[in-house]
Protein backbone atom coordinates (compact mmCIF):
# COMPACT_ATOMS: atom_id res chain seq x y z
CA UNK A 1 0.00 0.00 0.00
CA UNK A 2 1.26 3.07 -1.00
CA UNK A 3 0.27 6.42 1.11
CA UNK A 4 -0.65 9.46 -0.38
CA UNK A 5 2.21 12.39 0.36
CA UNK A 6 2.32 14.11 3.76
CA UNK A 7 1.14 17.57 3.18
CA UNK A 8 -1.51 16.95 0.71
CA UNK A 9 -5.07 15.37 0.39
CA UNK A 10 -7.57 13.90 -1.54
CA UNK A 11 -10.87 14.93 -2.72
CA UNK A 12 -13.60 12.29 -1.71
CA UNK A 13 -16.83 11.78 -3.94
CA UNK A 14 -18.88 12.58 -0.87
CA UNK A 15 -16.66 15.80 -0.30
CA UNK A 16 -16.67 17.10 -4.04
CA UNK A 17 -19.22 19.37 -4.02
CA UNK A 18 -17.89 21.47 -0.98
CA UNK A 19 -14.88 22.30 -3.94
CA UNK A 20 -17.53 23.04 -6.56
CA UNK A 21 -19.14 25.53 -4.35
CA UNK A 22 -16.42 27.41 -3.59
CA UNK A 23 -14.90 27.63 -6.70
CA UNK A 24 -18.83 28.36 -7.82
CA UNK A 25 -18.81 31.31 -5.89
CA UNK A 26 -15.21 32.68 -6.51
CA UNK A 27 -16.49 32.85 -10.81
CA UNK A 28 -19.59 34.37 -9.50
CA UNK A 29 -17.50 36.81 -8.19
CA UNK A 30 -15.16 37.03 -11.08
CA UNK A 31 -17.98 37.29 -13.39
CA UNK A 32 -19.44 40.10 -11.62
CA UNK A 33 -15.90 42.52 -11.11
CA UNK A 34 -15.17 41.68 -15.09
CA UNK A 35 -12.47 39.13 -14.12
CA UNK A 36 -11.43 37.05 -16.81
CA UNK A 37 -9.81 33.62 -16.26
CA UNK A 38 -6.40 32.67 -17.07
CA UNK A 39 -4.32 29.43 -16.25
CA UNK A 40 -0.52 29.15 -16.28
CA UNK A 41 1.42 25.99 -15.93
CA UNK A 42 2.04 24.21 -12.73
CA UNK A 43 5.68 24.16 -12.78
CA UNK A 44 7.98 27.34 -14.27
CA UNK A 45 11.60 28.40 -14.37
CA UNK A 46 12.74 28.29 -10.89
CA UNK A 47 14.42 31.79 -11.40
CA UNK A 48 10.70 33.48 -12.55
CA UNK A 49 10.11 32.74 -8.79
CA UNK A 50 13.50 33.72 -6.68
CA UNK A 51 12.94 37.07 -9.15
CA UNK A 52 9.44 37.43 -9.04
CA UNK A 53 8.50 36.56 -5.19
CA UNK A 54 12.05 36.84 -3.63
CA UNK A 55 14.81 36.01 -1.84
CA UNK A 56 14.48 37.18 1.20
CA UNK A 57 11.14 35.34 1.54
CA UNK A 58 10.31 31.95 3.40
CA UNK A 59 8.70 30.52 -0.08
CA UNK A 60 11.94 31.27 -1.92
CA UNK A 61 14.62 30.29 0.64
CA UNK A 62 13.29 27.48 2.59
CA UNK A 63 9.64 25.80 0.70
CA UNK A 64 9.81 25.73 -2.64
CA UNK A 65 9.38 22.14 -4.72
CA UNK A 66 12.44 22.77 -6.64
CA UNK A 67 14.14 20.15 -8.89
CA UNK A 68 16.48 19.63 -11.91
CA UNK A 69 13.93 17.93 -15.38
CA UNK A 70 16.16 15.35 -17.54
CA UNK A 71 17.14 18.60 -20.09
CA UNK A 72 19.10 20.06 -16.45
CA UNK A 73 16.60 23.16 -16.48
CA UNK A 74 15.89 24.15 -13.06
CA UNK A 75 12.52 23.73 -12.54
CA UNK A 76 9.77 24.92 -9.34
CA UNK A 77 6.38 23.73 -8.99
CA UNK A 78 5.07 27.30 -8.29
CA UNK A 79 4.24 28.14 -5.03
CA UNK A 80 1.48 30.87 -5.72
CA UNK A 81 0.02 32.34 -8.85
CA UNK A 82 1.04 35.70 -9.53
CA UNK A 83 4.85 35.03 -10.54
CA UNK A 84 3.46 33.16 -13.06
CA UNK A 85 0.37 35.56 -13.84
CA UNK A 86 2.74 38.21 -14.62
CA UNK A 87 4.99 35.89 -16.89
CA UNK A 88 2.03 35.41 -18.86
CA UNK A 89 1.33 39.22 -18.86
CA UNK A 90 4.56 40.16 -20.33
CA UNK A 91 5.41 37.03 -22.65
CA UNK A 92 2.23 37.16 -24.16
CA UNK A 93 2.21 41.46 -24.98
CA UNK A 94 -0.65 41.92 -22.87
CA UNK A 95 0.60 45.37 -22.26
CA UNK A 96 -0.66 46.51 -25.41
CA UNK A 97 -4.13 45.30 -24.77
CA UNK A 98 -6.30 48.49 -23.63
CA UNK A 99 -6.12 48.65 -19.74
CA UNK A 100 -6.31 47.69 -17.22
CA UNK A 101 -6.18 43.74 -18.02
CA UNK A 102 -8.32 41.89 -14.96
CA UNK A 103 -7.88 38.14 -14.88
CA UNK A 104 -8.44 35.92 -12.39
CA UNK A 105 -7.20 32.23 -12.04
CA UNK A 106 -7.85 29.04 -9.35
CA UNK A 107 -4.77 27.00 -9.21
CA UNK A 108 -2.63 24.65 -6.96
CA UNK A 109 0.00 25.82 -5.17
CA UNK A 110 3.18 24.21 -3.69
CA UNK A 111 5.50 25.17 -0.64
CA UNK A 112 7.64 22.42 1.30
CA UNK A 113 6.19 23.62 5.13
CA UNK A 114 5.18 22.06 8.04
CA UNK A 115 2.06 20.20 7.16
CA UNK A 116 -0.95 21.44 10.04
CA UNK A 117 -4.22 22.34 10.25
CA UNK A 118 -4.76 25.21 7.59
CA UNK A 119 -1.03 24.56 6.21
CA UNK A 120 -0.47 22.28 3.28
CA UNK A 121 2.00 21.23 1.05
CA UNK A 122 0.18 20.92 -1.97
CA UNK A 123 -2.54 23.52 -1.53
CA UNK A 124 -5.28 26.01 -4.01
CA UNK A 125 -5.73 29.38 -4.00
CA UNK A 126 -8.23 31.40 -5.80
CA UNK A 127 -6.85 34.49 -6.79
CA UNK A 128 -7.24 38.13 -8.90
CA UNK A 129 -4.41 40.09 -10.83
CA UNK A 130 -5.28 44.25 -12.22
CA UNK A 131 -2.81 45.04 -14.17
CA UNK A 132 -2.23 48.54 -15.45
CA UNK A 133 -4.15 50.67 -13.14
CA UNK A 134 -2.28 52.99 -10.34
CA UNK A 135 -5.27 54.74 -9.20
CA UNK A 136 -6.30 53.56 -5.59
CA UNK A 137 -9.98 53.10 -6.66
CA UNK A 138 -8.50 49.79 -8.31
CA UNK A 139 -7.23 48.92 -5.08
CA UNK A 140 -10.81 49.52 -3.46
CA UNK A 141 -12.56 47.61 -6.15
CA UNK A 142 -9.61 44.76 -5.49
CA UNK A 143 -10.43 44.68 -1.93
CA UNK A 144 -13.94 44.86 -1.94
CA UNK A 145 -13.70 41.67 -4.71
CA UNK A 146 -12.50 39.31 -2.12
CA UNK A 147 -14.77 40.44 0.46
CA UNK A 148 -17.62 40.00 -1.51
CA UNK A 149 -16.22 36.43 -1.78
CA UNK A 150 -16.09 36.06 1.41
CA UNK A 151 -19.55 37.41 2.09
CA UNK A 152 -20.70 35.01 -0.40
CA UNK A 153 -19.25 31.68 1.55
CA UNK A 154 -20.93 33.21 4.42
CA UNK A 155 -17.77 33.16 6.01
CA UNK A 156 -17.14 36.21 9.26
CA UNK A 157 -13.81 37.91 9.15
CA UNK A 158 -11.67 40.94 9.66
CA UNK A 159 -9.97 43.06 6.85
CA UNK A 160 -6.43 44.76 8.19
CA UNK A 161 -5.05 46.99 5.99
CA UNK A 162 -1.42 48.73 5.54
CA UNK A 163 0.53 50.44 2.89
CA UNK A 164 3.66 49.97 2.80
CA UNK A 165 4.80 52.95 0.82
CA UNK A 166 6.83 52.76 -2.31
CA UNK A 167 10.74 52.33 -2.63
CA UNK A 168 11.23 56.59 -1.78
CA UNK A 169 9.55 56.21 1.82
CA UNK A 170 10.52 52.85 1.98
CA UNK A 171 14.09 53.75 2.24
CA UNK A 172 13.44 56.48 4.67
CA UNK A 173 10.97 53.73 6.65
CA UNK A 174 14.16 50.95 6.51
CA UNK A 175 16.65 53.46 7.96
CA UNK A 176 14.36 53.57 10.93
CA UNK A 177 13.82 50.15 11.03
CA UNK A 178 17.19 49.13 11.27
CA UNK A 179 17.88 51.98 13.99
CA UNK A 180 15.23 50.52 15.91
CA UNK A 181 16.41 46.53 15.26
CA UNK A 182 20.09 47.16 15.75
CA UNK A 183 20.74 46.58 19.34
CA UNK A 184 18.56 43.51 19.70
CA UNK A 185 19.83 42.24 16.76
CA UNK A 186 22.11 39.39 18.78
CA UNK A 187 18.71 37.87 20.59
CA UNK A 188 17.11 37.55 17.47
CA UNK A 189 16.89 35.04 14.84
CA UNK A 190 18.98 34.28 12.22
CA UNK A 191 16.59 34.88 8.83
CA UNK A 192 15.94 38.20 10.67
CA UNK A 193 19.54 38.99 10.86
CA UNK A 194 19.83 38.42 7.13
CA UNK A 195 17.07 40.46 6.45
CA UNK A 196 18.22 43.06 8.33
CA UNK A 197 21.04 43.42 5.92
CA UNK A 198 18.75 42.86 2.60
CA UNK A 199 15.46 43.79 3.36
CA UNK A 200 14.50 45.08 7.45
CA UNK A 201 10.90 45.38 6.34
CA UNK A 202 10.18 41.44 6.00
CA UNK A 203 11.53 41.16 9.83
CA UNK A 204 8.00 42.42 10.79
CA UNK A 205 7.45 38.99 9.07
CA UNK A 206 8.87 37.00 11.25
CA UNK A 207 6.56 34.57 13.42
CA UNK A 208 9.40 33.50 15.48
CA UNK A 209 8.11 34.41 19.55
CA UNK A 210 11.82 35.80 20.18
CA UNK A 211 11.67 38.07 17.81
CA UNK A 212 7.71 39.19 17.82
CA UNK A 213 8.36 40.92 21.16
CA UNK A 214 10.76 43.74 19.09
CA UNK A 215 8.62 44.07 16.31
CA UNK A 216 5.83 44.56 18.29
CA UNK A 217 7.76 48.11 19.52
CA UNK A 218 8.85 49.14 16.11
CA UNK A 219 8.35 52.21 14.14
CA UNK A 220 4.99 52.35 12.04
CA UNK A 221 5.31 52.71 7.98
CA UNK A 222 2.15 54.45 8.20
CA UNK A 223 4.43 57.24 9.99
CA UNK A 224 6.53 57.23 6.99
CA UNK A 225 4.21 57.37 3.74
CA UNK A 226 5.54 59.72 1.58
CA UNK A 227 2.70 62.15 -0.33
CA UNK A 228 1.41 60.46 -2.60
CA UNK A 229 1.28 57.21 -0.83
CA UNK A 230 -0.16 59.03 1.60
CA UNK A 231 -2.86 60.61 -0.13
CA UNK A 232 -3.10 56.62 -2.13
CA UNK A 233 -3.79 55.28 1.39
CA UNK A 234 -6.61 57.73 2.60
CA UNK A 235 -8.24 57.42 -0.77
CA UNK A 236 -8.60 53.38 -0.61
CA UNK A 237 -9.54 54.00 2.82
CA UNK A 238 -12.67 56.84 2.06
CA UNK A 239 -14.10 54.16 -1.16
CA UNK A 240 -13.57 51.42 1.85
CA UNK A 241 -15.72 53.04 3.77
CA UNK A 242 -18.20 54.73 1.52
CA UNK A 243 -18.96 51.47 0.80
CA UNK A 244 -19.19 50.08 4.05
CA UNK A 245 -16.04 47.64 4.19
CA UNK A 246 -15.44 47.66 7.75
CA UNK A 247 -11.22 47.78 8.17
CA UNK A 248 -8.73 48.16 10.41
CA UNK A 249 -5.39 49.72 9.62
CA UNK A 250 -2.42 46.99 10.84
CA UNK A 251 0.84 48.38 10.48
CA UNK A 252 2.87 45.22 10.95
CA UNK A 253 1.04 43.85 8.36
CA UNK A 254 3.91 43.88 5.28
CA UNK A 255 3.15 40.30 3.71
CA UNK A 256 5.07 37.57 3.20
CA UNK A 257 6.25 38.13 -0.35
CA UNK A 258 8.70 40.22 -1.39
CA UNK A 259 7.13 42.40 -4.42
CA UNK A 260 4.32 44.52 -2.84
CA UNK A 261 4.25 48.41 -2.50
CA UNK A 262 1.57 50.43 -0.61
CA UNK A 263 -1.81 49.07 -0.35
CA UNK A 264 -1.30 45.79 1.43
CA UNK A 265 -3.99 43.61 2.99
CA UNK A 266 -5.44 40.68 4.72
CA UNK A 267 -8.84 39.33 5.73
CA UNK A 268 -8.25 37.10 9.08
CA UNK A 269 -10.63 34.99 10.82
CA UNK A 270 -9.91 33.42 14.54
CA UNK A 271 -11.83 30.37 14.38
CA UNK A 272 -9.96 28.23 12.35
CA UNK A 273 -6.34 28.32 14.50
CA UNK A 274 -3.03 29.49 13.91
CA UNK A 275 -3.37 29.60 10.52
CA UNK A 276 -6.07 32.34 10.38
CA UNK A 277 -5.08 34.26 7.21
CA UNK A 278 -7.52 33.09 4.69
CA UNK A 279 -6.73 36.10 1.99
CA UNK A 280 -4.06 37.93 1.02
CA UNK A 281 -3.40 40.36 -1.51
CA UNK A 282 -1.68 43.57 -1.77
CA UNK A 283 -0.13 46.07 -4.56
CA UNK A 284 3.16 45.22 -6.50
CA UNK A 285 3.71 48.21 -8.67
CA UNK A 286 7.43 47.04 -9.59
CA UNK A 287 7.19 43.44 -10.32
CA UNK A 288 6.08 43.43 -14.08
CA UNK A 289 9.05 45.34 -14.68
CA UNK A 290 11.36 43.50 -12.22
CA UNK A 291 10.28 40.47 -14.26
CA UNK A 292 11.40 42.03 -17.84
CA UNK A 293 8.34 44.11 -18.61
CA UNK A 294 7.61 47.34 -18.74
CA UNK A 295 6.63 48.97 -16.05
CA UNK A 296 3.35 48.35 -15.64
CA UNK A 297 1.20 49.12 -12.16
CA UNK A 298 -0.33 45.67 -10.56
CA UNK A 299 -2.96 44.98 -7.52
CA UNK A 300 -4.01 41.31 -6.77
CA UNK A 301 -5.23 39.39 -4.25
CA UNK A 302 -4.86 35.31 -3.77
CA UNK A 303 -7.41 33.35 -1.01
CA UNK A 304 -6.58 29.59 0.36
CA UNK A 305 -9.41 27.69 -0.42
CA UNK A 306 -8.47 24.52 1.98
CA UNK A 307 -8.52 27.54 4.40
CA UNK A 308 -11.51 28.49 3.87
CA UNK A 309 -13.05 25.11 4.04
CA UNK A 310 -11.75 24.92 7.15
CA UNK A 311 -13.39 28.17 8.04
CA UNK A 312 -17.26 27.12 6.49
CA UNK A 313 -16.57 23.45 8.56
CA UNK A 314 -16.06 25.02 12.11
CA UNK A 315 -18.73 27.77 11.25
CA UNK A 316 -21.05 25.91 10.07
CA UNK A 317 -21.58 27.43 6.67
CA UNK A 318 -23.48 25.91 4.37
CA UNK A 319 -22.44 24.49 1.36
CA UNK A 320 -25.71 24.30 -0.50
CA UNK A 321 -26.67 21.01 -1.26
CA UNK A 322 -24.86 18.19 -2.94
CA UNK A 323 -27.07 17.12 -6.00
CA UNK A 324 -29.45 14.21 -5.78
CA UNK A 325 -30.09 11.64 -8.50
CA UNK A 326 -33.72 12.99 -9.79
CA UNK A 327 -35.06 9.64 -10.63
CA UNK A 328 -33.73 6.07 -10.09
CA UNK A 329 -34.92 3.33 -12.55
CA UNK A 330 -35.52 -0.35 -10.85
CA UNK A 331 -36.16 -3.30 -13.85
CA UNK A 332 -37.34 -6.73 -12.26
CA UNK A 333 -35.94 -8.94 -14.81
CA UNK A 334 -33.86 -8.84 -17.95
CA UNK A 335 -35.92 -7.52 -20.29
CA UNK A 336 -37.21 -4.77 -17.86
CA UNK A 337 -33.77 -4.01 -16.91
CA UNK A 338 -33.23 -3.36 -20.29
CA UNK A 339 -35.99 -1.29 -20.79
CA UNK A 340 -34.79 0.75 -17.66
CA UNK A 341 -31.30 1.52 -19.34
CA UNK A 342 -33.13 2.55 -22.30
CA UNK A 343 -35.00 4.92 -20.12
CA UNK A 344 -32.29 6.34 -18.16
CA UNK A 345 -30.50 6.82 -21.24
CA UNK A 346 -33.08 8.95 -22.68
CA UNK A 347 -33.32 10.72 -19.58
CA UNK A 348 -29.71 11.32 -19.44
CA UNK A 349 -29.42 12.62 -22.75
CA UNK A 350 -32.11 15.67 -21.87
CA UNK A 351 -29.42 16.16 -18.81
CA UNK A 352 -31.64 14.66 -16.41
CA UNK A 353 -29.84 12.65 -13.24
CA UNK A 354 -30.86 9.22 -13.68
CA UNK A 355 -29.33 6.15 -12.22
CA UNK A 356 -29.88 2.00 -12.54
CA UNK A 357 -28.94 -0.92 -10.92
CA UNK A 358 -25.17 -1.82 -11.78
CA UNK A 359 -25.29 -4.96 -8.91
CA UNK A 360 -27.62 -7.14 -10.53
CA UNK A 361 -29.83 -6.17 -6.85
CA UNK A 362 -33.00 -7.47 -6.42
CA UNK A 363 -36.03 -4.74 -6.67
CA UNK A 364 -36.26 -4.53 -2.63
CA UNK A 365 -32.32 -4.21 -2.88
CA UNK A 366 -32.81 -1.27 -5.48
CA UNK A 367 -35.43 0.74 -3.43
CA UNK A 368 -33.25 0.50 -0.66
CA UNK A 369 -30.04 1.66 -2.27
CA UNK A 370 -32.13 4.24 -4.46
CA UNK A 371 -33.13 5.42 -1.06
CA UNK A 372 -29.55 5.88 0.13
CA UNK A 373 -28.43 7.50 -3.01
CA UNK A 374 -31.41 10.33 -2.06
CA UNK A 375 -33.04 9.31 -5.67
CA UNK A 376 -36.25 11.82 -5.34
CA UNK A 377 -38.13 9.76 -7.62
CA UNK A 378 -37.96 5.71 -7.75
CA UNK A 379 -39.66 4.25 -11.28
CA UNK A 380 -40.28 0.49 -11.56
CA UNK A 381 -40.85 -1.56 -14.40
CA UNK A 382 -42.12 -5.39 -13.54
CA UNK A 383 -43.81 -7.57 -16.45
CA UNK A 384 -47.11 -5.38 -16.47
CA UNK A 385 -45.41 -2.02 -16.93
CA UNK A 386 -42.97 -3.74 -19.55
CA UNK A 387 -46.38 -5.26 -21.59
CA UNK A 388 -48.54 -1.11 -20.94
CA UNK A 389 -44.65 0.53 -22.05
CA UNK A 390 -44.81 2.39 -18.35
CA UNK A 391 -43.43 2.53 -15.10
CA UNK A 392 -44.68 2.71 -11.65
CA UNK A 393 -43.85 5.88 -10.33
CA UNK A 394 -43.32 6.51 -6.42
CA UNK A 395 -42.50 10.02 -5.13
CA UNK A 396 -39.47 9.35 -2.55
CA UNK A 397 -40.62 12.11 -0.61
CA UNK A 398 -44.43 11.96 -0.08
CA UNK A 399 -44.79 8.43 -0.81
CA UNK A 400 -47.51 8.53 -3.44
CA UNK A 401 -47.56 6.06 -6.35
CA UNK A 402 -48.77 6.81 -10.10
CA UNK A 403 -48.37 5.14 -13.36
CA UNK A 404 -46.20 6.87 -15.79
CA UNK A 405 -45.88 6.07 -19.60
CA UNK A 406 -42.57 5.57 -20.83
CA UNK A 407 -42.57 8.66 -23.34
CA UNK A 408 -44.09 11.00 -20.90
CA UNK A 409 -41.44 10.18 -17.59
CA UNK A 410 -39.25 12.74 -19.06
CA UNK A 411 -41.93 15.55 -18.89
CA UNK A 412 -43.48 14.18 -15.93
CA UNK A 413 -40.47 14.29 -13.86
CA UNK A 414 -37.92 16.84 -15.45
CA UNK A 415 -40.58 20.00 -15.65
P1 LIG B 1 0.96 32.28 5.96
O1 LIG B 1 0.98 33.49 6.79
O2 LIG B 1 -0.08 31.31 6.35
O3 LIG B 1 2.30 31.62 5.78
P2 LIG B 1 1.42 33.43 3.39
O4 LIG B 1 1.69 34.83 3.69
O5 LIG B 1 2.54 32.49 3.13
O6 LIG B 1 0.50 32.79 4.52
P3 LIG B 1 0.26 33.95 0.78
O7 LIG B 1 1.50 33.64 0.07
O8 LIG B 1 -0.20 35.34 0.87
O9 LIG B 1 0.32 33.31 2.24
O10 LIG B 1 -0.92 33.05 0.18
C1 LIG B 1 -2.27 33.49 0.15
C2 LIG B 1 -3.18 32.56 0.90
O11 LIG B 1 -2.93 31.20 0.55
C3 LIG B 1 -2.98 32.58 2.40
O12 LIG B 1 -3.67 33.64 2.99
C4 LIG B 1 -3.57 31.25 2.82
O13 LIG B 1 -4.97 31.33 2.90
C5 LIG B 1 -3.18 30.37 1.68
N1 LIG B 1 -1.97 29.58 2.01
C6 LIG B 1 -0.69 29.98 2.00
N2 LIG B 1 0.14 28.98 2.32
C7 LIG B 1 -0.65 27.89 2.54
C8 LIG B 1 -0.41 26.52 2.87
N3 LIG B 1 0.82 26.06 3.04
N4 LIG B 1 -1.47 25.69 3.00
C9 LIG B 1 -2.74 26.14 2.81
N5 LIG B 1 -3.03 27.40 2.47
C10 LIG B 1 -2.01 28.27 2.33
MG1 LIG C 1 3.62 31.18 4.35
Given at each position: ????P??????????????????????????????L???????????????????T?D?????????????????????????????????????S???P?????????F???????G???E??????????????????????????????L??????????????????????????????????????C??????????????K??????????A????D?????????????????T???????????????????????F????????????V??????????????????????F???????????E???????????????????????????????????????????????????????Y????G????????????????????N????????????N???????
Amino acid sequence: MINIPKGTKDVLPAQSYKWSYIEGKAREVAHAFNLLEIRTPTFEHTELFTRGVGDTTDVVNKEMYTFEDKGGRSITLKPEGTAGAVRLFIENGLASSPMPVKAFYITPAFRYERPQAGRLREFHQFGIEVFGSKSYETDAEVIIAASSFLDKLGVKTKLELNSIGCPICRAEYNKALKEYFKPHLDEMCETCRTRFEKNPLRMLDCKEEGCKKFTAGAPKITDYLCEECNSHFDGVKSLLTAQGVEFTVNPRIVRGLDYYSKTVFEFVSDAIGAQGTVCGGGRYDGLVEQLGGNSVPAIGFAAGIERLMLLMENTGASFGEEAKPRIYIAGMDEKSRAAAFGLANGLRKAGCRAEIDHMNRSVKAQFKYADKLGAEYVAVIGESELSNGEVNLKNMKDGTQEKVKFENLLARICK
